[in-house]
């Protein structure tokens, strides 16, 4: 494996007709060794912290399994519409205060159009304003076009989609919405001139071969930013009871995703917390950015820990160019 993150430094790039079976099966120690070399060498030391805010929560009118807001489901979640842009201000100057590069308002619910564009677009505008220094992100749902640009025209870098696990298994997790969906909306992003951030939650019961799917689906697609969250199960959702994955597992896939996206940011999110020292081992397995603070309807890492973290692991905290 170790050979193998060498040819990956000096340029190869696994394809779906490898044998990759030594990803899955191999010894893990020295995966992540082998991960742990390709991000180095691909992507340097730095560290990117990023940050979200809940810009409208509740009565989500699709199904996705694992999501409390859905209103298809009995999850206790917090419900309420889109604040006023000071409330965005605030929390965008606490994250910068703490030195977190990236910024975004995240919404449930299938696109936002209409009075809330309109006060999403005055909020990112106000942020550009107050602290221009802060990159800001957007993660909207299927917006179109037209919207999206009018994003970037207030602000906005980076437009946050995930696919959340492979073509095959997608529809044992949502069926309001497609795959088809979500590469059109990837494609949409692009076009609207702005980054794309896609990942998805592992451990809603897909295979390995699920995982190493979308893997090399966002390698194909050459997302930038990989955000991989870790499913905790919330009472009231149809993933209640869904056996979590192991502290091992966490790490292993962590390490894949590094070998299948050698120069992407690996930005890990949510269920971090099984970890006692704030995941340690993930970012020595080829992850390089995080997603800090509270999440939407689960607790994370608070951001003072994870600068100490990285920091102790050799990080240089601060925006990544990709």
């Excluded at 899955?24 to 691909?42: K, M, P, S, V």
């Excluded at 957007?138 to 946050?160: F, I, P």
């Excluded at 973290?309 to 925006?319: A, C, K, N, Y």
Aim: charged residues 25%; hydrophobic residues 40%.
């Amino acid at each position: 494996m170790l050979q193998l993150a060498e040819e990956i430094i000096k340029g190869r790039r696994l394809q779906k007709t490898d044998d990759l079976s030594v990803l899955t099966e191999g010894d893990l120690q020295t995966l992540c060794e082998g991960a742990d070399r390709i991000r180095r060498a691909l992507c340097g030391d730095g560290a990117e912290l990023c940050s979200i805010i809940n810009g409208r929560s509740g009565r989500c009118s699709e199904n996705c399994r694992f999501c409390a807001q859905s209103a298809h489901y009995t999850a206790d979640c917090e419900t309420y519409g889109f604040p006023e842009p000071d409330v965005f201000t605030e929390g965008c100057g606490r994250m910068a205060q703490q030195g977190v590069s990236r910024y975004s308002i995240v919404t449930s619910g299938r696109a936002v159009e209409g009075e809330d564009l309109e006060r999403a677009l005055a909020a990112y505008r106000a942020m550009r304003e107050q602290y221009p220094d802060m990159m800001l992100c957007a993660s909207h749902g299927l917006m179109r076009t037209e919207d999206m640009k009018r994003l970037k025209e207030a602000g906005v870098s980076r437009y946050h989609t995930n696919v959340e696990t492979s073509a095959r298994y997608f529809p044992q997790i949502c069926t309001t919405h497609t795959y088809a969906d979500k590469l059109e909306q990837i494609r949409r992003v692009k076009e609207a001139g702005l980054e794309v951030c896609s990942g998805g939650i592992l451990g809603m019961g897909e295979t390995w071969q699920d995982r190493l799917d979308m893997a090399l689906l966002l390698a194909e697609l050459g997302v930038p930013s990989i955000p991989l969250n870790f499913l905790i199960p919330i009472a009231g959702t149809p993933l209640a009871e869904q056996p979590v994955l192991t502290t091992d597992e966490i790490v292993r896939i962590v390490a894949v995703f590094r070998y299948l996206n050698p120069t992407a940011c690996i930005r890990i999110a949510a269920g971090r917390i099984r970890f006692a020292d704030g995941g340690a081992a993930l970012f020595r397995s080829g992850a390089n950015a995080a997603l800090t603070g509270d999440m939407l309807t689960t607790v994370g890492n608070r951001t003072v820990q994870d600068k100490e973290l990285l920091t102790e692991l050799g990080f240089r905290i601060g925006r990544m160019e990709v």
